[in-house]
């Protein structure tokens, strides 16, 4: 699929061909940044969507997903690219014994056959037909040493290694960086990005998201389960649960086969929604005293037409 | 800076003799105005916002409206002075019917009328604030405070930082300084490259090598690196503060500038972010902006409260298992106690360590009796003195022992 022809709404329907519900909003920003090429940089809580929207536009676009994962220490060794020193040790050993010609050596060894290509590297040089997508993960966790560093790749897709010279993207990658905010990014970078934010679903969209993962879910439980999640996003948790929690659980509950959720089912799966041992006794608490209530909750929530 | 229906009118009204036909001019002074009221925009990001413009149907106004927010602005908090801004801006003339091509230049008819509708509308609006009871408004707090709230009830009053001399705040730059680096040293995993250390780094023994020949003579070797932790400062601006309230804008100020990482919040009855507003080399220029901005300087102090909302929408993204978590206050707490011990103890599994400074630690027979200094004592990983410089010295002196 050419992505230069597509329009808004036929990136909100070939994500949600793909089972990626997303708001008009979102599809603007992904569209922009297919057009015009710019990085999208997606913010929002844990577990509402922001790495899976990269994957389910590779795969829409039928292009390759390079994924980089970003962690502290994260360096352009493991980032872009690297020499395969065994390899070349390997060689000049080999040369070495067959008294070999020293210049000749030093200079084959620097060639793309002993180089070990990293995601950015090979988000650049890859060899489709059509341009990557190259994910950058958690950006926030990496160190301002590499932020710097992505600026100078992101702004010219080009990556210059002293022995081999600058090697320039072939096609431009749809770049999507995502970020915790456990941090702020730099500026600098963000300037080079388009922004989104995106925020927990409403229970409308949430019901959505249940419906179209799982087509065989009860009406009446999909509208429990997302009255039951908007409610305790509302309440004081320790972590807030996000919707890959909710998509969690729906599965669980279709697995066991409930047709109806009532607390004892609620009690007995909230190890789906809920991963630290004071927020699932907190849990049991607001329960037992009714303030969280499953039929209140139930009654106070929209009708859904599917 | 406080952002209202009226400073957004203001804005809008001082940018639109800017105003032209054509998209460009008009995001111009789209972006002009953001600036007043306070988001950073470059040049580059208007360029390519009237790029995008060009790209999908400008008509359909929620389009419009994605379109410009992810290109001009960075980072949610400026979401709603945007939107304010964007619904006053593009409401002028007919915006369904033609988008920007009639955009009127004189537009004095046009402006003189949404000045006075501005003026009504500001009116109404805190009319309709006073008449909210004030749990609602607190309730409105915690999800929304990017925009300070106005809140009656509250003794608020604008603090005027500008008789605080820079002169004088030399040693006491030092001592933060100091203090600085030892808050916020602590060992990297990032390794860098040195004689001695404790891995072999083989990419580099290896090039080195190619001088004698492929023959390796010396071993480069790596050694960790030195990394900053990072800092989140908490201070207490409420009424009790108030005489040191020079000395917490010189740390906060310090730290932040010396430091990569430091978010800073102050808190009275409510808890505001102010580290975007003192990111700045000029300091006159960062007073100015934050008692424009603070509306809860010098009134009543709810820890508790404050540090509920730090939990609830910072905390989980800021604080770290290495973030520091910097608290300055003196403790006296008008709220819930067993709410401040509740949220102390979240901070606590979350953060490295909790600092306490506070400042009436010094007075001789001052002993932590107010409840909520002893809610949060148990928490705390350090409690220390604040008062003078003398003090922030021998807060360096104890920070260098815990780093070592």
């Known amino acids: 699929m050419n992505p230069e022809q597509l329009t808004i709404e036929q990136v909100q329907e070939i994500l949600l061909k793909e089972k990626y519900v997303c708001d008009r909003a979102l599809a603007t920003v992904v569209y922009l940044s297919l057009i015009m090429g710019k990085p999208l940089l997606l913010e929002g809580e844990a577990g509402v969507g922001k790495t899976e929207i990269a994957k389910v536009l590779a795969k829409v676009l039928d292009a390759k997903l390079i994924r980089l994962q970003c962690y502290e220490g994260l360096d352009s060794n493991t980032a872009l690219y690297e020499w395969n020193y065994p390899k070349q040790m390997l060689r000049i050993k080999l040369e070495e014994v067959e008294h070999g010609d020293k210049e000749k050596v030093e200079t084959e060894i620097f060639t793309q056959e002993y180089l070990i290509k990293r995601p950015l590297l090979e988000a650049i040089q890859t060899d489709g037909a059509g341009p990557p997508v190259l994910l950058i993960d958690e950006i926030d966790r990496a160190d301002m040493e590499f932020e710097a560093f992505l600026l100078e790749v992101l702004s010219d897709f080009q990556i210059t290694i002293p022995e081999l010279g600058t090697l320039t993207a072939k096609h431009r990658p749809y770049v999507f960086l995502t970020s915790n905010r456990t941090r702020e990014i730099h500026d600098a970078l963000k300037r080079r990005c388009l922004y989104h934010w995106i925020e927990y679903p409403t229970f409308e969209k949430e019901y959505e998201i249940i419906t179209t993962k799982f087509p065989e879910v009860e009406s009446k439980m999909a509208r429990q389960i997302c009255a039951f999640m908007q409610k305790v996003r509302e309440m004081n948790f320790y972590k807030r649960p996000g919707v890959a929690e909710t998509l969690d659980w729906a599965s669980a509950l279709i697995a066991l086969n409930r047709k109806n959720l009532d607390d004892k089912t609620v009690v007995e799966t909230m190890g789906c929604v809920f991963k630290y041992r004071e927020d699932l006794h907190h849990l049991r608490e607001q329960m037992e005293g009714r303030q969280l209530n499953l039929d209140a909750l139930l009654r106070a929530s929209p009708e859904m037409v599917s | ?404």
């Open chain 2, 1 to 404: 800076m406080e952002v209202t229906q009226e400073t957004v009118a203001a804005a809008v009204n001082s940018v639109a003799s800017a105003r032209g036909k054509g998209t460009l001019p008009n995001l111009m002074a789209f972006a002009r105005a953001l600036k007043q009221l306070g988001v950073k925009v470059s040049l580059s990001q208007v360029l390519d916002a009237s790029r995008s413009a060009d790209l999908v149907d400008i008509a359909e106004k929620s389009d419009f409206r994605a379109v410009l927010r992810s290109n001009l602005i960075l980072q949610k908090e400026d979401f709603p002075t945007f939107d304010m801004l964007f619904d006053r801006f593009w409401r002028e003339q007919s915006y369904e019917r033609v988008p920007m091509e009639t955009m009127d230049i004189q537009g004095t008819p046009a402006d003189s009328h949404a000045q006075e509708g501005g003026d009504e509308e500001g009116g109404l609006e805190e009319a309709a604030v006073e008449s909210i009871p004030k749990e609602d408004l607190q309730l409105e707090n915690l999800d929304e405070f990017a925009v300070p709230t106005y809140s009656p009830q509250e003794l608020m009053n604008r603090k005027d930082f500008s008789e605080m001399g820079v002169e004088e705040s030399r040693a006491i730059a030092r001592a933060i300084l100091l203090i600085a680096t030892k808050i916020a040293t602590q060992i990297s995993r990032r390794k860098k490259i040195g004689r001695k250390g404790n891995t072999v780094d083989p990419r580099w023994t290896m090039r080195r090598s190619m001088k004698y020949g492929g023959e390796i003579i010396d071993l480069v070797h790596r050694k960790k690196r030195i990394k900053k932790t990072r800092v989140v400062l908490l201070c207490d601006v409420s009424g009790s503060m108030d005489c040191y309230s020079r000395f917490l804008i010189q740390f906060m100020y310090g730290l932040q500038n010396e430091l990569w990482g430091v978010e800073t919040f102050v808190f009275s009855t409510s808890l505001s972010r102010i580290t975007h507003l003192i990111r700045t080399k000029d300091i006159g220029n960062a007073l100015e902006k934050i008692s424009g901005s603070i509306l809860g300087w010098s009134g009543g102090t709810n820890i508790g409260r404050s540090l509920h909302t730090f939990n609830r929408n910072f905390a989980p993204s800021m604080v770290t298992h290495r973030t520091v978590v910097v608290i300055i206050s003196d403790g006296w707490d008008r709220g819930d106690v067993s709410l401040l011990e509740r949220e102390m103890q979240d901070i606590k599994r979350r953060c490295k360590k909790i600092i306490w400074l506070n400042p009436l630690l010094a007075s001789e027979n001052y002993e932590p009796l107010c409840k909520g200094m002893q809610a949060a004592l148990p928490y705390l990983d350090l409690f220390l003195s604040v008062h003078n410089v003398n003090s922030l010295v021998s807060l360096g002196r104890t920070l260098q022992k815990m780093v070592a």
